[in-house]
């Protein structure tokens, strides 16, 4: 099967990683995402990622604490889910580096854009920690700031549905599910694709996003070969 997208910036939420325990880590759920990452890498697809930390700390219900603190702390959560994921898939044999929007250099490498491309071209996995770096903004934004940066052909947006909807579908069972939609559609109807910041920043630079279901971890696979899964935001006609 032919690969679709020469180099991808794939979300992975936090809570994903946790899988049924609802927080911290369980390796049983992230070993076969990590598969299916390492089968995409092989078939030559150039990978970055951005993992969020709402496994360990979600700074929006962190009560009375200023922000910026708790945003900090929700950055250091994203770089324990990344050096998790880097472990796992440098056990099945991957080369991955782990950078780091706030610099710890003995745990991870400070990001910088241009050392990340020469590891693309090496064959390497990047995982990016730490969101953007800065407080107030979400790691959907970080993803979609790396994937401009990278030049990412698309983002993948791994979630806990299947694809984006005209209302949620956990609540409501007539809800009606997109298979593609335009920028000025998410505009338009309001739907929560990405919070708005991150889709501005999509819509802005062209930047395609596919959003899709994370229970299948095989769909990351499948994405990258272009197969139909989820919703496929792209840029207005």
Known sequence: MAVKYKRVLLKLSGEALAGSKASGLDHSVIIPICESIKKCADA???IGIVVGGGNFWRGRSS???DRTRADHIGMLATTMNALAVADVLES?????RVQTAITMRQVA???IRNKAMRHFEKG???IFGCGTGNPFFSTDTASTLRAAEIEADIVLKATMVDGVYDKDPNKYPDAVK??????????VKNLQVMDSTAASMCKDNNLPILVFN???PDNIYRACMGEQVGTLVEPNK
Do not use: H, K
């Open 92 to 96: 099945m044999g991957c080369d991955v």
């Open 214 to 216: 994370l229970s299948d």
């Open 124 to 126: 390497r996995i990047v």
């Open 109 to 111: 490498e400070p990001y």
């Open 44 to 46: 030559g697809v150039q």
């Open 178 to 187: 997109f298979d593609r939609l335009t920028f000025n559609d998410v505009l």
């Open 63 to 65: 009560g009375a604490m």
